[in-house]
């Protein structure tokens, strides 16, 4: 790799790494939120019963 | 209302990538020689193999077959 | 470039390389056909179609890891190097699979529907305003377009049309293309899922392609500000001939400009650019092969003596003045002038 190269690595892995953090983390919050959800859902279900 | 956006999204790819192929199909036709002056003999596979990448880019092709090149690139 | 173009120079490597690629497609596909219908829980069985599409998406997803971690590994040590050769066909075969995943979704999700397929496709889940039940397709479809550029370009004619700079600032952009999909997987295939198998297989991919990128580059800045002696003059201290393993190099970093791979080959010692023309591989990482300095990336040669590649390629390469004094070797920072053949410093009292 030349220096301009280099360079544009430098720059570009911080973002990439703060972005691949986020998604990771919101997708995650995101599921564990339907997941409780859906067992919320069957307990009500059940209590019905 | 989003089924629009969608529909204008593809509409734009669509006519990019139309323009592209005519773009592409006259670069191989007539215009081989300008943008890589080595890549005149090329075979008719060769040109086909490259001419999607010709159509994706062709506002760059169009700039490159009128001598516009990066300054760092010129040997 | 003077040699004509063909469809791909074949070499028994590269055929071998191919093999082993496909060879691998087969048997990870199979595996994840098997494994997903025959071991999923009672109830939880996807159609076969299903199945096959998220083999697909599933494929292209550990090939372009692959692909990523190659860079930093034959960064990290020459061993990956051969891996790196031919990695342009990995990087095709990856666009192919993910085009036969996207068209298998458009056909078994969206081709029943009244509206066009790929209207459906962007627009059947409107929910662009939240993380949970976000389209994620949208994001696969803005990966699937950078991989396609990415693959049409990937023909060393580009390399040359569009100058090597420009070509690998294109090619760059495979990595939002990998964050894309992870995306794509973390908000799509994730969310509906018991298992937690595919979270944690992609989350651990996505940081483990992050970190060797991390400290590789952390690596190269440290060369990079690590800088050779310099005497007022100009010239750089590169330390005893006999340091230098023979038909290799030492690579020094002057305090302006790209770094200098200085070879010795037998008795002689050359100064040439470290960065080759093709695509800016380390030439100081190569070896000299039938007297020319070989990039160890793709195999481009050079002549040490005066940087130009033998005929009938026309790339050439700065050269750089060396001189041999109280047992130390110095290079000088400035490049010879251009298309000048300089001659090597002798070790003296080696034998030629």
Known sequence: ?49 | MIEQAAEIVWLALAAYLGSGLCVAISTLLFGLRKLEPAAAEMPLRVRLLILPGLAALWPLVIARTFGLRAKEDRQ | MAHGYKIIQWTPFKKSYDAALLLGVLVFISAYLVGALAFAPQGERALPIQVALRALGACAFSLLTLILLIGPLARLSPRFLPLLYNRRHLGVTCFLLALIHGALVLLWYHGFSDLNPFVSLLASNPSYDSIQGFPFESLGVIALLILFVMAATSHDFWNNVLGPNMWKALHMLVYWAYALIVAHVMLGAVQGEKSPLHAIVVGASAALIALLHVVAGWRETRRDTKLADAKNDGWLRVGPPNDIPNSRAHIVTPPEGERIAVFRDGARIYAISNVCRHQGGPLGEGRIIDGCVTCPWHGFQYRPQDGKAPAPFTERIAVYRTRIEDGVVFVHSDPAPSGEEVAPSVIAGAQQ
């Open chain 1, 1 to 49: 790799m030349n220096r301009a190269q280099r360079r544009a690595h430098a720059r570009l892995w911080p973002i990439l790494v703060l972005v691949l953090l986020s998604v990771s983390a919101a997708a995650l919050v995101a599921k564990a939120r339907i997941d409780s959800a859906a067992i919320e859902a069957v307990a009500v279900l059940a209590g019905d019963e």
